[in-house]
Every structure is written in C-alpha cells, then in structure tokens.
C-alpha cells in the first residue's frame, strides 16, 4: 500500500535552533518527493521538490535530502525562526501521478 | 498571477443544509485539485480536474458531494445534506500538467456544520 509517514508528528523548538523532519515513503513506482509549509489558516506552500536523482537539495535555511534506496527523505532547517512555526507535509509522487500526503509535522519555535 | 482564490472562507450551516464553494485556480493551470482537511491531519483527496474533465474522484466523495468545472476555468463543489462530519477546511489547488509541477493552494473554505 502505497503511504508516507512523517516523524515526529510535532515538535517544540527554541528560536535559532536546528532540526530535522523526517519523512518515510512506502510509494512505488515513485516519480518525485515535495515538502510543503503550511501556515496555520492557509493553504499549503511548496518549499522544494526532490527527485529520483537528487541527494541533497537547499532552499535558504531549509535543506531537504532523499535516500531513493531506503525511501527516506528530511527536512532540515537551520537556525530557526519565530516564523517557521507551520505544519510541513511530505507529498509523494507516485506512477500516473497519483500524490499520497503525509499526515505532517507540527512545529512549533518559541523564543 | 493572483493565486488560487477561495470563497467564502468561512462557511457556518446547519446540518441538513446544501453549500457550495468556489474555487479560481491560478488562469494557465489544467488541473485543479480538491482536498479536505482536518485537524491535525494532512489533506485528504477528493477529486481533479483535467481542464473540464473530471478524471478522478476518491472513495471519500460519496454520492452528497459533487464538483464541477464547466469550463474549465473556476470549479465549484457542492454538499448537499450536511452532515457534522463534514466540518473540515475544504483546500482546492492547481498545477500545470507537469509531474514537476508544485500544486499551487488557496487558502481554503472552513466548513462548520452545526
């Protein structure tokens, strides 16, 4: 069955630390890997996208990796910010398009 | 390019009522998506949309939902005989038909059905 898991489901930070978000895919055959932000009320954003081919990805502070072989892919975020705070969602590209979402990380920065 | 735009943003109806939201997806986007989302939770597919084309619909749409896209440009999804389940942020996104292609959200109708 095609799934993503995400880990930990939240997560409590202090401003200008790091962390990492995990994401685990069970999709196959697979075609790309996204990690969206969603701000509290609002539609979730694309932060970057990852495919077959791709290891290491960055984007400002937000650094996302994928292991193709083990179907694991993180988020990292660097030196964080009272305005990461957001839900981030792995959505997995399968064949004929199909997206499976993961249920998301709750994070949450705290000065 | 004004985004996706959603209306109303905020829905409160009785349970029994019909509504119908409204979705402009971003003006060269072919595919638009629709989703609900609960609490806590990542969103959920119900159905998209292939320019007019309705292609796909989830076991998730039971037979009081429905959508459309006439022409497609905007799309509207309607429930009719709410029920409290239904209470939900209902997502509509668009993309380009491109598998590297970002689904671009609006920011959503929040559904209370009281």
């Known amino acids: 069955k095609n799934q993503v898991e995400q880990s930990p489901q939240s997560l409590i930070i202090l401003e200008g630390k790091n962390c990492t978000l995990q994401c685990n895919y069970t999709v196959s055959p697979f075609s790309n890997l996204r990690w969206y932000k969603q701000d509290t009320g609002r539609g979730p954003v694309s932060l970057t996208i990852m495919t077959f081919s791709e290891n290491t990805k960055s984007n400002g502070r937000y650094t996302a990796t994928l292991d193709a072989d083990t179907k694991q892919s993180s988020l990292h975020i660097t030196a964080s910010q009272l305005s990461d705070s957001a839900s981030y969602i792995c959505v997995v590209r399968g064949g004929t398009d199909k997206l499976i979402f993961g249920t998301g990380t709750r994070l949450q920065v705290f000065p | 390019d004004t985004g996706v735009s959603q209306d109303p943003r905020h829905k409160i109806t009785k349970r029994g009522q019909n509504v119908t939201f409204r979705c402009d997806p971003i003006?060269?986007?072919?595919?638009l998506y629709w989703y609900r989302q609960t609490l806590g939770q990542g969103p959920e597919f119900l159905t998209y949309?292939?320019?007019?084309?309705?292609?796909?619909k989830s076991r998730l749409l039971s037979d009081r939902f429905s959508a459309e896209r006439p022409k497609g440009s905007f799309s509207t999804l309607e429930i009719q005989r709410t029920e409290q389940g239904d209470s939900a942020m209902y997502l509509c996104?668009?993309?380009?038909?491109?598998?590297?292609?970002?689904?671009?959200f609006g920011n959503g109708t929040r559904l209370t059905v009281t």
């Open positions: 003006s060269e986007h072919n595919r």
């Open positions: 996104a668009s993309s380009l038909d491109r598998a590297s292609s970002p689904l671009h």
């Open positions: 949309f292939q320019n007019e084309a309705q292609l796909e």
